[in-house]
Nanobody, 121 residues
Framework: QVQLVESGGGLVQTGGSLRLSCAASGDTFSRYAMGWFRQAPGKEREFVASSRAGSTYYLESVKGRFTISRDNAKNTVYLQMNNLKPEDTAVYYC????????????????WGQGTQVTVSS
C-alpha cells in the first residue's frame, strides 16, 4: 500500500505556471502507475494526466500546457502546469494504482489529500 502527499498548489495569474509534486511512501514507487486528477467546485473529479510504463496520457484540454513526470529515485511524481487558465482552477489530486486499467477515477486505488490550484483572471 502506498501513501501519497501532494504539494505545490497556490494562487497564480492567468498565463502563469505551477509545479505540483506528489511524494509517495510505503511501497515500491516504480510498481505504480501514477495519475493526476482535479475537481472544480460543483463538478465531478476528472482525469488530467497519467504516467505508466514510460508512457504518458493527458486530458485533451491540457495537452501542450501540462507535463507529467516522475522520479523513481525520489518516489515523486510531478505535474508541471504552464500557461494556466481560470478553468484550471480546482483541487488537484495525485493517485496511484498497481494494476492500471484506465484513466478513470475508479481505476486508481490510492489517493492523496489534494492541493488547491487557483488561477485568477
Amino acid at each position: 500500500q502506498v501513501q501519497l502527499v501532494e504539494s505545490g498548489g497556490g494562487l497564480v495569474q492567468t498565463g502563469g505556471s505551477l509545479r505540483l509534486s506528489c511524494a509517495a511512501s510505503g511501497d515500491t514507487f516504480s510498481r505504480y502507475a501514477m495519475g493526476w486528477f482535479r475537481q472544480a467546485p460543483g463538478k465531478e473529479r476528472e482525469f488530467v494526466a497519467s504516467s505508466r510504463a514510460g508512457s504518458t496520457y493527458y486530458l485533451e484540454s491540457v495537452k501542450g500546457r501540462f507535463t507529467i513526470s516522475r522520479d523513481n529515485a525520489k518516489n515523486t511524481v510531478y505535474l508541471q502546469m504552464n500557461n494556466l487558465k481560470p478553468e484550471d482552477t480546482a483541487v488537484y489530486y495525485c493517485a496511484a494504482t498497481i494494476y492500471f486499467r484506465a484513466n478513470t477515477e475508479s481505476a486508481f486505488d490510492y489517493w492523496g489529500q489534494g492541493t488547491q490550484v487557483t488561477v485568477s483572471s
